[in-house]
């Protein structure tokens, strides 16, 4: 039977025991991606996968092709063309994308949904302007636990403004191990809230690829519980009057954006800067301050090898004044530390550098290699680098849209340091 070898080996991923989201303090899914951290009985498994793959693509034989055939049948599962298609060479169609969830934790039970990219561009948009998008991911639990979470990046008509931001809605787990570099993991706590997140952001051009504006931020962590089997009603009242909070504020946002896809970049530049003024007198539990650099640069390796990129990102977030808990900076996750379980290092201040190399071994199928460190601390003096915290790891990549070179990406990390974690992920898009 055609594909008999890699079927009886690939078709597990439709039955995959996906873990869930963890809803984190800025947004659940940060940046562009629809992200799902993979349990870990998996990982012996997914590790078979990455490597059979890898010897296919070095196989000079017609085993290669068969992968090829393979993922583009996979791929037509996922994307849909919608309306006409369009007299404009850098976008053909409307698009579609998705992919179904399936998880089980013992803190949500079983979990059904869906991750989606929407892929367009708006009417009278023409080749100068780059491709939009908006994620969607929504999922709920047999626990009555609930997640909805939208991430978007819209370029108006020849990138005369740019219009993105983050909403979304939860009501679901996530692990708190308190605040620190060194918090342990003994330390654990699972607990659940009600978390709001409005932050539409307006920016216009005022230069080759730089925008400037900014909007309005409003998210609130209300209605806590704790996840654990025996808990007084002291402690309960105690994490409440801790974590609950309202933050409501103005956002100045600045980006520069010469990237020649958002969603896979292989040459260009992106730094952004956001400052946000968070006050009682505009609905907020607190008055406080939150600002954000971030600073991504990609290459293609050479002519020789015009699809592999080498990715670098470094990031910093700093908060000021009288900062919530669940607004302090933190680190971990599928995007920042991906060593490290979603807010696992949570303090006033978070530094964090990460390199990646995307090799694209065959048409629709590449593996990246990355790397990265950094630290949470409470004041700058007291950073340490024998606290520094390590990320190593690989991924397998499975490009579902050619167009807009848009893969489903399956990550492996290591968390090294002294405090030591490992995670699998998987979902749409690159994490930077």
């Not at 890898?54 to 037509?76: C, M």
């Not at 404009?88 to 059904?112: C, H, L, N, W, Y």
């Not at 933050?247 to 896809?261: V, Y």
């Not at 600002?291 to 990609?298: A, E, G, S, V």
Request: with cysteine; net charge negative.
């Amino acid at each position: 039977m055609k594909y008999s070898l890699l079927d009886k080996l690939l078709s597990p991923f439709l039955r995959f025991d996906f873990s869930v989201p963890k809803f984190e303090q800025l947004s659940p899914l940060n940046c562009n991606d629809t992200m799902f951290k993979l349990s870990k009985p998996l990982n012996s498994f997914l590790l078979k996968i990455f490597g059979v793959l890898f010897i296919v693509t070095l196989n000079p034989s017609g085993q290669n092709l068969q992968a090829q055939e393979f993922i583009e049948d996979i791929a037509n599962i996922f994307e849909f063309n919608i309306g006409p298609e369009r007299d404009d060479s850098t976008f053909r169609q409307t698009k579609m994308v998705f992919a179904p969830i399936i998880s089980f934790e013992p803190v949500t039970s079983f979990g059904f949904g869906v991750g989606s990219k929407f892929l367009f561009k708006p009417f009278g948009a023409g080749p100068d302007t780059r491709t939009s998008n908006i994620p969607i991911s929504v999922q709920y639990t047999l626990n009555n636990q609930f997640i909805v979470f939208s991430e978007f990046t819209v370029f108006l008509p020849h990138e005369n403004y740019l219009l993105k931001g983050n909403l979304g809605y939860s009501k679901f787990p996530i692990g708190y191990y308190g605040i620190g570099s060194e918090a342990p993991d003994e330390d654990l706590t699972d607990i659940s809230f009600d978390n709001v997140l409005l932050e539409p952001l307006l920016l216009r051009r005022v230069a080759p690829n730089f925008f400037v504006g900014g909007g309005w931020r409003y998210t609130s962590f209300k209605n806590l519980q704790l996840l654990e089997e025996e808990v007084s009603i002291e402690e309960v009242q105690l994490f409440r009057d801790s974590l609950t909070s309202v933050s409501s504020g103005f956002e100045f946002a600045a980006t520069f954006d010469s990237r020649d896809n958002v969603l896979n970049a292989s040459k260009g530049v992106f730094a952004e800067f956001t400052h946000g003024v968070y006050n009682r007198s505009f609905g907020s539990t607190a008055s406080f301050m939150l600002t954000k650099l971030n600073f991504r640069r990609y290459w293609t390796v050479s002519n020789r090898r015009p699809d592999d990129v080498i990715a670098i990102e470094v990031f910093t977030r700093l908060s000021w004044s009288d900062t919530p808990v669940l607004e302090l900076s933190s680190l971990g996750g599928a995007e920042l530390l991906r060593g490290f379980r979603e807010g696992r290092f949570r303090d006033r201040y978070s530094f964090f550098t990460q390199a990646e190399y995307r090799w694209q071994a065959l048409e629709r199928i590449g593996f990246v290699f990355f790397g990265g460190f950094g630290d949470v601390t409470d004041k700058l003096s007291n950073l340490d680098l024998k606290n520094t915290k390590i990320s190593v790891g690989t991924g397998l990549r499975l490009k579902i849209v050619k167009s807009e070179n848009l893969n489903i990406r399956i990550d492996y990390a290591l968390g090294l340091g002294n405090i030591k974690d490992q995670n699998f992920y998987l979902g749409i898009a690159e994490s930077f």
